[in-house]
Nanobody
Framework: QVRLVESGGGLVQAGGSLRLSCVASGSWFSINTMGWYRQAPGKERELVGAITSGGSTNYADSVKGRCTISRDNAKNTVYLEVNSPKPEDTAVYYC???????????????WGQGTQVTVSS
């Protein structure tokens, strides 16, 4: 019912720039928070940051000041920009959204398939 597709991952140089995109498609009543998580090898998945439908954002302390999340509600797309990525930013990045499929239904989480980001030093 809801599909998330990430793009923009790959190999990047430390100190360069990185921009990920995630497009949501499907059918829903309302789409609420959209965000990004990441999972490094041997570690648990962690929040990078999220943005509400009204544009309010929150970020993990580890990326504050280096990451910017934005969204285009008309395109059902959320973006993640990472300035000066570091090798420790290497991870699989997952898009996440909270969707209400029908009026009165409870909100549900959906995940993308993930995109690998490798930051070389």
């Amino acid at each position: 019912q809801v599909r998330l597709v990430e793009s923009g991952g790959g190999l990047v140089q430390a100190g360069g720039s990185l921009r990920l995109s995630c497009v949501a498609s499907g059918s829903w009543f309302s789409i609420n928070t959209m965000g990004w998580y990441r999972q490094a090898p041997g570690k648990e998945r962690e929040l990078v940051g999220a943005i509400t439908s009204g544009g309010s954002t929150n970020y993990a302390d580890s990326v504050k000041g280096r990451c910017t999340i934005s969204r285009d509600n008309a395109k059902n797309t959320v973006y993640l920009e990472v300035n000066s990525p570091k090798p420790e930013d290497t991870a699989v990045y997952y898009c996440n959204t909270v969707v209400q499929l029908r009026p009165g239904y409870s909100r549900q989480n959906y995940w993308g398939q993930g995109t690998q980001v490798t930051v070389s030093s």
